[in-house]
């Protein structure tokens, strides 16, 4: 179970620098938007609209298995999904009235990516 732990969470660390990555320095914490900026589409955001928040599900869900501590990763788990649960939708209504977001993310899941969509897109480069 540990190396599954730590592989996991290996991959989900990947997952959030992807995002940082193609956010740029438009990676914060709160949810800040910028009027008429279009939103980041690049990078893991071609497949995913919340790489972030789904690499700490992850890691939520997995790192207290590193010790077989089930019990904890269910409970944070379940708490951490209550709490995501309302903050995306704060987010994502935030980035709809002030950017192109409802435009841009329409047919794009919130976080597991369509192997579809993963191998018929080309991949753009990340912009600077």
């Known amino acids: 179970m540990a190396l599954f732990s730590l592989i996991t969470t290996f991959l989900a660390q990947k997952l959030r620098y992807a995002s ?3 956010l740029g320095d438009r990676w914060i914490h709160q ?8 939103v980041i589409d690049n990078g893991i955001y071609q497949y995913i609209r919340h790489p972030n928040w789904w690499a700490m599900i992850t890691e ?7 010790h077989t501590a089930y019990l904890t990763s269910i409970v944070f788990s379940l708490l951490n999904a209550w709490l995501l649960i309302q903050r995306i939708p704060a987010e994502e209504e935030a980035l709809s009235q002030d950017t ?3 435009a841009v993310f329409a047919n794009t899941p919130r ?3 369509s192997f579809s969509a993963i191998f018929s897109r080309k991949q753009q480069p990340l912009k600077s």
């Open 20 to 22: 940082i990555e193609a």
């Open 31 to 38: 949810v800040v938007t910028v009027p008429q900026t279009p």
């Open 60 to 66: 939520l869900a997995v790192v207290p298995l590193f």
């Open 100 to 102: 192109n977001y409802q």
């Open 111 to 113: 976080f597991i990516p």
